[in-house]
Nanobody
């Protein structure tokens, strides 16, 4: 089992920045991928960015140039630095952990990000 604890969400003005964190605990396999997804009201959950345990990243098109995913393997923690935030970035952001070999996936409880003046 893997537990995920997210933090860092909140209210920010357009153009502002936020940094999300997600710490994993439990039995952590060395081959894994951690990422962030988001879900806005009335919309499907969508990928924001993922990063593998070896450091390979993939960012959604809307995130490129504004959001940066990173991780600290020693702390089993993934971060999402979000800059130049827009109102359309308002959503619940979910941390995701995937075991690469067996494919088991875990989700965090979600953290609300609201971009509004």
């Amino acid at each position: 089992q893997v537990q995920l604890v997210e933090s860092g969400g909140g209210l920010v003005q357009p153009g502002g920045s936020l940094r999300l964190s997600c710490a994993a605990s439990g039995v952590i396999p060395s081959l894994n991928a951690m990422g962030w997804y988001r879900q806005a009201p009335g919309k499907q959950r969508e990928l924001v960015a993922i990063i593998t345990s070896s450091g390979t990243t993939n960012h959604a098109e809307f995130a490129k140039g504004r959001f940066t995913i990173s991780r600290d393997n020693a702390k089993h923690t993934v971060y999402l630095q979000m800059n130049s935030l827009r109102s359309e970035d308002t959503a619940v952001y979910y941390c995701n952990f995937r075991m690469v070999v067996v494919g088991t996936t875990y989700w965090g409880q979600g953290t609300q990000v609201t971009v509004s003046s």
